[in-house]
């Protein structure tokens, strides 16, 4: 009897010891992404067709001309990148562009999806494309098409969230 006390003693406290601890707690720097249902496959040569179109633009200067009598700037850029894409077309103004599309969370960024700033204080003034590891392809009047890290401080206070445009094709196409 003695012993089966002492036995069943230990068994309850290796059974406790053996618990799995939480993976995550409650905590927000602790928990998985937000996860949803996912209506879109991305195919890899989707990625390829789509960055192989970036970084045509890559240091193509502010203003250049890309069309007659217009010169580069944010949202033509977005415009021309989503046209030679998959003849997406999107409005000219970043404002406008905001409107399309549906919207996405900063959690949920996608390659592809596009990126909407507040930089002149009052509107959305500023537009770029996602292209992954919190980093984004944009337009600079003093510098061209660059990429550029949404945690730097000037893009993070101004950032006002993000639209999914592409609808690429599903597993079955």
Known sequence: MKYTVVILACLSIALV???????????????????????????????ISLGLILQD???TPYGARMRVGQGLDCSLFTQQVFWKFNRTELPRTAEDQFRAGRPVSTR???????????????????????????????????????VSSMGE????????????ILSLRGPSN
């Open 108 to 146: 949920r960024l996608e390659f592809g999806d596009l990126v909407f700033y507040r930089t002149d204080g009052r509107t959305i003034s500023h537009v770029g494309i996602y292209v992954g590891y919190n980093e984004f392809m944009h337009v600079s009047s003093s510098r061209g098409v660059i």
């Open 17 to 47: 010891a053996c618990t799995p601890y939480p993976r995550y707690s409650t905590h927000a720097a602790n928990t998985p992404m937000e996860r949803g249902p996912r209506v879109e496959m991305y195919h890899t040569d989707d990625f």
């Open 57 to 59: 633009y890559l240091g």
């Open 153 to 164: 401080q000037y893009w993070a206070e101004r950032y006002v969230g993000a639209r999914r």
